[in-house]
């Protein structure tokens, strides 16, 4: 089970973005993460006119990674740190390590 998922509102620890807020676009193999509004890069792209697309510079996400996000809690209004645990019932769930609320409600 991972720890930050796919529609995550996370906090920014480190980079440039410090301290800025977003939701988890997508979550690649290597450890990188998507985030709505952070890590935005311009990309130099050439024209095609056969596709009629044009040139320009695009403002683009680019991925960050995992260990420089922290997931947003809500109740204490900070970025906090997730831990796993197992229910009574077999179920694997995510808590806060603050204060020991699920993640998953």
Do not use: C, W
Not at 34 to 40: H, P, R, S, Y
Not at 67 to 95: C, H, M, Q, W
């Amino acid at each position: 089970m991972q720890k930050i998922k796919k529609g995550d509102e996370v906090v920014v620890l480190a980079g440039r973005d410090k301290g800025r807020q977003g939701v988890v676009q997508k979550i690649l193999s290597k450890g990188r993460t998507f985030v709505e509004g952070i890590n935005l890069v311009k990309k130099h792209t050439k024209g095609n006119p056969q596709q009629g697309t044009a040139g320009g510079i695009l403002e683009k996400e680019a991925s960050i990674h995992l260990s420089n996000i922290a997931v947003f809690n809500p109740l204490t209004k900070k970025a906090d740190r997730v831990g796993i645990k197992t229910l009574e019932d077999g179920r694997k769930v995510r808590y806060f390590k603050s204060n020991g609320e699920l993640v998953d409600v």
